[in-house]
T-cell receptor, first 114, second 118 residues
């Protein structure tokens, strides 16, 4: 089945540690996105990528990094600079970044601090 | 800066009721609007996308309307069922820039938590 796969489902980070969240899609979509969801705050955009080897900062990019070396993959690294990383992280993709294309979401990764 | 508000924050109804969820946005210069459903601990499932040139979209028991001039959208759920229990989120797309792209930068509301009890 076509879709977006996020792994792991749960992730724990120690102080000072970088962790990487995986996002893979087999929908042949050009655009991919990372969102953070906190209770009562809705979703906020961290990074997005319109095409391979290109990505742009979203509204809350500080403390995060991404890469887009392959069309189907858009991993997110939560660095030690991110002081409040506990949240639910959602990856999404769309055919393109044009506004008439719906975004499709993975099932998320829940990150917690040990 | 665009702000999206969803009212009510939570709603509990008996099975079989028709109900309306509201979404309002501060900047009417949006391009499209998308409604999502989120089950606990899960990702978002797209329900309906309303293009800027449209006033409503229908899918099964769901009907979404869009009034850009007043900055409002409503999601109507007919004959609600316990399986409809979830959080419903709306999100707006910004207008395209001069190059024709809006970068898919959705602005989300905080969601309405719907509980349909038997």
């Amino acid at each position: 089945d076509g879709g977006i796969t996020q792994s792991p489902k749960y992730l724990f980070r120690k102080e000072g540690q970088n962790v990487t969240l995986s996002c893979e899609q087999n929908l042949n979509h050009d655009a991919m996105y990372w969102y953070r969801q906190d209770p009562g705050q809705g979703l906020r955009l961290i990074y997005y990528s319109q095409i391979v080897n290109d990505f742009q900062k979203g509204d809350i990019a500080e403390g995060y990094s991404v890469s887009r070396e392959k069309k189907e993959s858009f991993p997110l690294t939560v660095t030690s600079a991110q002081k409040n990383p506990t949240a639910f992280y959602l990856c999404a993709s769309s055919i393109s970044t044009y506004s008439n294309q719906p975004q499709h979401f993975g099932d998320g990764t829940r990150l917690s601090i040990l | 800066k665009q702000e999206v508000t969803q009212i009510p924050a939570a709603l509990s109804v008996p099975e079989g009721e028709n109900l309306v969820l509201n979404c309002s946005f501060t900047d009417s210069a949006i391009y499209n609007l998308q409604w999502f459903r989120q089950d606990p601990g899960k990702g978002l499932t797209s329900l309906l996308l309303i293009q800027s040139s449209q006033r409503e979209q229908t899918s099964g028991r769901l009907n979404a309307s869009l009034d850009k001039s007043s900055g409002r959208s409503t999601l109507y759920i007919a004959a609600s069922q316990p399986g409809d229990s979830a959080t419903y989120l709306c999100a707006v797309f910004p207008p395209r820039d001069a190059g024709g792209t809006s970068y898919g930068k959705l602005t989300f509301g905080q969601g309405t938590i719907l509980t349909v009890h038997p």
